[in-house]
């Protein structure tokens, strides 16, 4: 069973850091795009960095210069820095890959459990 298993997230005061990281795991052929979406209460989701296989990355403007997001390729897994966190970076975050399937076509997108960021002023 494919799944996307996240880990890293916390409470920290403002000015501080986490690393978010998240791993594919189970029968798959290949990763593509992944990214890191949030949803703090209230507010609409958005997206907040992704990176293509080759390595090209897209940040929301918000969190240019403070986080930064990286992929091993290899471990199938995805990173996220956060540096100067801000009490508006509190929000849920999630993982998110599109996989190629063992079949060699198929292409799903999977969502992780989430994982909380809070950051306290």
């Known amino acids: 069973q494919v799944q996307l298993v996240e880990s890293g997230g916390g409470s920290v005061q403002s000015g501080g850091s986490l690393r978010l990281s998240c791993a594919a795991t189970g029968p798959m052929f290949s990763v593509y795009t992944m990214g890191w979406p949030r949803q703090a209460p209230g507010k609409q989701r958005e997206l907040v960095a992704l990176?293509?296989?080759?390595?090209?990355?897209n940040y929301v403007d918000s969190v240019k210069g403070r986080f930064t997001i990286s992929r091993d390729n290899a471990k199938k897994s995805v990173y996220l820095q956060m540096n100067s966190l801000k009490p508006e970076d509190t929000a849920a975050y999630y993982c998110n890959a599109d996989l190629r399937m063992t079949d060699g076509s198929t292409i799903r997108s999977y969502w992780g459990q989430g994982t909380q960021v809070t950051v306290s002023s």
């Open positions: 990176i293509t296989s080759g390595g090209s990355t």
